[in-house]
């Protein structure tokens, strides 16, 4: 790659009159089709004086950043066409959809995925008459708009998703409009520094706009009265060049905007030839980033009524609301209408003129229709090794001890080594800390700032990516997967919380995904949590909880996973389940502190394809009849704890026939009708029968399992021990006993509620709780001596009897 | 308040040989106490030769951090002590944990709460060996720890609960320390912003310290490895102006940062001074910010086994591990302990020394005593209005319709009159949207920034807290209710899971806090979500999803509180209630647009004050007998959809007898054992009885119920209806038929789990699929045109029939 021929960047910074004609007239087309879907329910044309008939009953959508995003639109199509560059836009102000709309109609990518809204007068009408309607699309840009991987709802994530589309992508050009509204949110503002974690050899770049139009729904934004001095100053603080556009006079506008976005790509050009000649100094790169300053409503009316409505926060939504009752208004939308002279730009059938087609970039350049934004058309599969290849080797269950997690990084340092173009790990600075480190064996942390000696494992080339950001890693992978590559976010299970409402929204995009046939699958978003809730002990409250899986639960069924792997077989046959799967939120759950090892590599495999499954080993029940009770449990911990409830039971109360059921998958406990993964009726009774009582412990909050089970037979029968919110810096074991799971609550609990009990239960009983008292002894006992973890977890419970 | 003699500042900035002392014998102590906590199990002063059997088992906490934030912490106690400035310390490393133990024990606030941690060789040993242990105190900054409003667990919020502390605390000045690696996350990020909405008159100040100590668990941090020229720029781009103090030689750190920390808060003064006596300009004040460069693990061992410790990040946590076994090791942490020449800092009882003392302020003025930091002391009660006088008249149960939440905008409107000083409304920019606007009659938006003629209700007075950022409002509302004020956090309610985290975590410091009898009550943190899931039809998918709930319901029953209040008069009973409480998290959800109104205000006050109770007005229950099936419903829109299937099932099906049942306070369902507003079992029969199937519609998910419900009388008959995650861009109506919550399902719900029905039911429920049928139909049909909101939700549904 060479720097970009001077003649080029002068062609791009002034466009000549041809060139500008068709740049004005895109856009001034892209605004009257904006405008229409807000507005109109015929007469798409204006070949008739427009008369309240044609007026939408009730007038939604959003004017206010259209404008602006048209004219950027165009502009970066304009400079596809020039240069041939692959570009993909991602709108932050998302409530621009009419625009997008209008941009993918535009470039006719909209007829080719939606032929009723072909480009003509008759498909015209139907694009804007679906708007905004039952049964149409939605007022945001969205999944159903050719062109984007950006729902524009909740505000925050537009770098984090342009960055994560860039990475290991060195060809494509992300624009990512920001707007000032989204730029008051804290993970847009923490979003800036992708820039610091970016290669410029093997990454492409972001070209970030920032557009200040001055206002939000109601208000004015801080980034638009702030002192301009200081915003150049916080965007260079940032790393960025600044290139600032201002104003509203046309065609000078499109002048200064052509050259400010010459120079933005001339200077990535730049940067990325010599980095990929190697003359890179290893400084992080001054990227450059464009500012904006258009008014809002630009090119509405400006007064309505008398009072100031372009430029002001009153043309954010719809600046004309009256113009079905007030015929002025109505006269004022015709005239702001024909403002943009349609006639110019729609032919007599209603499809757009060659001057408006000329300036779209063709085939899939165009960025409506790139398959960067469906990213299943470009996914390849991951080149894996065979995951039985890791395994820990078992002899008997629960003799041995592993971090499974550590056997996890190790699979994925071999994944890391055979797709070095198409995987990675987002972890907040927790990749050592969770015993994935394995993966700095072939590949560094990317870091683009200054690094020094003393660093470990990281590096310009690196491509782990930690960043202490639960915002930036989650959303950087989801840019990722959603332009067709593989990758897991490991973090803290308590601090998953954080991102949760981008998991809600990601789950929310591949839902509506599977709806259009013409989106493709994209890679699933695996999500591993390694600091668990009942072993952040020392951490202690702040760090216990495990709300990310309630959040997966409210899921569709179409969509969500949770695994709960009890061991590091289990865990490896999960993990290669998940990363060949496709759209997905794969929530899988484990701890990293060396735990017991229960199930061979083959049993791992039969285990975790049924999902759950009874483990004769650890139980007293011969199947021939019914058990007195049924422990069952999801989760490793309290795997742990109630395989050990089944021991003791096994030698303390011979005779009771104890059956115990482990749970990988926990989907498999709905009602196969609500969810794919749902177990049969018959192989739900095999499990659990369909009388006998269940002790049921889970990792997460008891509610969980109740919900999942409502309406299986008998449901009531499931008493269920969970994380109940008792925590604080304390011992593992203790953090069993303060939630009430511990083995010996599990004992208790099976002997009160079986229905047939030998002689020697009471006494048992008894022995249960006098085992408690004695640990409470010995807490208080050793109040001030924090015991090594292991002497409390991985203790042989025979001994402890 | 005039500004600050220049010779005070001299002073301040040039401490003499005897401050000097003082100051830098207090910072040792501090950090000798440190090691001790995360060390030393016994031999606390070093009175006799360091042994391995006076080192703890496990070694657990954060050095790395330690030494900044004492340092940090001394200098402010110094200028306490010579101006009487009233300061709260929160420090955002908050796994410096053991540092500000320290602070609270060498200022005695630690032996005053805690007697059994006293001044004397045995209570150090006590505060070495409760650190990190089982019994004893987290690792972290905590709910324990004297002085302290923030958690240090999930990073992100010190400013914002530096920004909340002092609104409307116009005495106090808020230290917030930002770590780098903290400073890497969105939240923190985009918290800078707080200035812009604030106001030097009646509002305190916070001062921020970027700590700049160059790692975090396992790598360096983008902060500080940029070039600290973009550093200063991103700070001054924020609005600040930039001090920096960078070094590790002492006595020189202590007179550069006396000088920063001198300068800083003389600049505060002269801000404050000039708009206290109508002096400001109004434009937004340039207040000061210190970056503080010093190494992490500052003043501990360089080097450990040939390898640098010291500045690098091995030093974040335990710098020598390997103590106990190492006699290298135990030497070179002897060696490191006597740096700092214990004796000059422990008398022979173990007790401070009066060169130490003598450093700290006195009474109130310790930043580990400040009744700032236990809020609840300093609460005053809301002067609040009789909330009746706001309510809707109701003639007869479901006739008139109003805008529930536009009454509680009255409400709060004279709630801001009444208190000026200690209520204020967070939200982001939606307090109009949410129809909430009349609290603009009394009071204007903050905002410091820029004012234009255009701009309505805002201004440099303004106190109701518009930004675009849910994490800045929940955080802001946390900080300014733990410091003893009160207020509501309004927002969407599918994008209140972006600030799920935060609630999550606010959650366990108020349960924390009832452990403790020193932490008085606070007032409760009150989040109202008034855009709901079933009402954002236009908005579409994204912006639907009753998630919160969910998270709260995982809460603990000390803390957690849900209100589903169906109509104005219960929402006005409701949020009375909330106003007047302490120390919950009090989730309200009703919508905002014009709804039927059901309850008179006696009648309201009633059911609310019961939580839940029958409607015998919409059944067809005469309380002689058990009714053929309870229709239950919690949330607004669920409760018209059930009161529309009563009524047509006592047009269409006479005889079989219905029963409404609604609940406003979810948690009264939740068995009394497990929460202390579950209702009796007694009361659960009256409501539900015992035997008869329950169709339960619900606003949230269903499973919610389930789990809710569990453990009462035969919980499998309880058929839940709620919110599916099926949702779009649609009308009100076919939201509720999307997620087959219709009032037509509700029919067929009950007629299909009636044990008796009338002859009729099989018509009926024919008749009911043809309605659903014509919907469709009507849907598609109308496919482009969104009707009035009116048209469809607020339908007489005698009519429909």
Redesign the interface.
Known sequence: MTTVAPDLLRTLAEPDDADLARLDAWWRAANYLTIGQIYL?ANPLLREPLTAGHI???L?GHWGTSPGLSLIYAHVSRLIRHTGQQAIYLAGPGHGGPALVAAGYLEGTYSEIYPGVSQDEAGML?L???F?????????V?VTTPGSIH??????YVLVHAFGAVMDNPDLLAIAVVGD??A??????????GI?FLNPAHDGAVLPILHLNGA???????LA??DPA??????????YEVIEVEGDDVPGMHYRFAAALSRAWGRIRDIQAAARVGEWDGV?PVWPVIVLRSPKGWTGPQQVDGI?VT??WRSHQVPLSGVRDNPEHLALLETWLKSYRPEELFDATGAPTALVCEQAPEGDLRMSATPQANGGLLTRDLDLPDFRGYAVSVKRPGEGRAESTRKLGELMRDVYGRNPDRFRLFCP?????NRLGAVFEVSD?A?A????P?????GRDGRVM???????CHGWLEGYTLTGRHGMFATYE??A??S??QT??HG?WL??AKNLPWRAKVPSLNVLLTSTAWRND??????Q?P?LI??V????GDVSRVYLPPDANCLLSVADHCLRSRSYINLIVIDKQPQLQYLTMDQAVDHCTRGAGIWDWAGTDDGTSDPDIVLACAGDVVTMETVAAAQILRERLPGFKVRVVNVVDLMTLIRPKDHPHGMSETLFTELFTDTVDVVFSFHG????I???V?GRP???RFR?RGF??QG????PF?MTVRNRASRYHLVMDAINNAKRLPRGAADLKAWCESQLERHDAY??E????????RDWTLGDWAQQG
């Open positions: 329910r939408k009953p009730r939604l139907r804007f008459r679906q905004s309607s039952p049964g149409g699309i939605p007022s945001h969205s729902e524009g709802g909740e505000l925050g509204g989204e008051e949110t804290g993970p847009l503002e923490g979003s800036w520094k610091s939000k729904i109601s208000g004015p934004t801080v009265r702030k200081e915003v150049r100053a916080l965007l260079r603080g940032h790393g992080r100031q430029g002001t600075d927790e990749t050592n800390s942390r870091f700032e200054r690094v020094t003393e660093d470990v494992a990281i930690e960043v202490l950001s639960e915002h930036n308590a601090f919380m954080v949760a409402s809600v929204q929310k839902q509506e020392h951490n202690g409250f702040s760090h909880g709300g309630q959040v639960l409210t899921q569709r909050y008891p509610g969980a109740h919900q999942l409502h008998d449901a009531d269920v109940i919110e604080t810096t304390t011992t203790d807490v208080v050793h109040l001030e001596d924090m015991p090594e973890v």
